[in-house]
């Protein structure tokens, strides 16, 4: 009897441990991985990143810095790949692959940057003096709270948006 009760003990702390994984594994992470893609005139555009959530924070000026290197998304760098030269703000940038930052800023017009060392975790080991290119944009006040942050690509260029914010990026 003694035996048959260690057995069923054992067997349920398995099933339990087996379980909590199992529910671990299938959980949808806080700040997923989302793509972007389109085709601006001849080139490709992809825009990898991974999207948070504003769920009830404060993002601009609190959770994200005004007047700080920002990743534009969440955990690694947003990357941007273009299949072909394109001018974006009406500046050259070279076909390949970029870490993709945002500068916030309070005026309203932020800094965009392209930068050549595309696999970076978060801003943590940005360099400038990698940059292939910045640019200024000016954002758009948006109505409704997008709670997921996301990129759209559009015939006039990229949009970031996220909280009540739209960031619009003219590649041409």
């Known amino acids: 009897m003694k035996t048959m009760l260690k057995s069923a003990t054992v067997l349920v702390a398995a099933l339990t441990i087996s379980v909590n994984a199992f529910a671990q594994e299938t959980k949808k992470p806080a700040s997923p991985p989302a793509t972007a893609t389109g085709k601006i005139k001849d080139a490709n555009i992809t ?5 948070p959530s504003v769920k009830g924070r404060t993002i601009w ?4 810095p005004y ?7 969440a955990n690694e760098a947003t990357t941007f790949e273009t299949s072909k030269d394109i001018t974006v703000q009406g500046k050259k940038l070279p076909a390949g692959k970029y870490s993709f930052f945002l500068i916030p800023k309070t005026s309203g017009t932020w800094t965009a940057v392209f930068n050549k060392e595309s696999k970076q975790w978060g801003a943590y080991k940005y360099e400038e003096s990698k940059d292939a290119l910045r640019v200024d944009v000016k954002t758009k006040a948006s109505k409704a709270t997008q709670e997921i942050l996301v990129y759209k ?3 006039n260029g990229f949009t970031m948006d996220w ?3 739209s960031v619009p990026v003219e590649i041409k």
């Open 47 to 51: 825009i990898a990143y991974n999207s």
């Open 61 to 64: 000026g609190d959770l994200v």
């Open 163 to 165: 909280d009540k914010i």
């Open 67 to 73: 007047d700080k290197v920002w990743r534009a998304g």
């Open 153 to 155: 690509v559009n015939s």
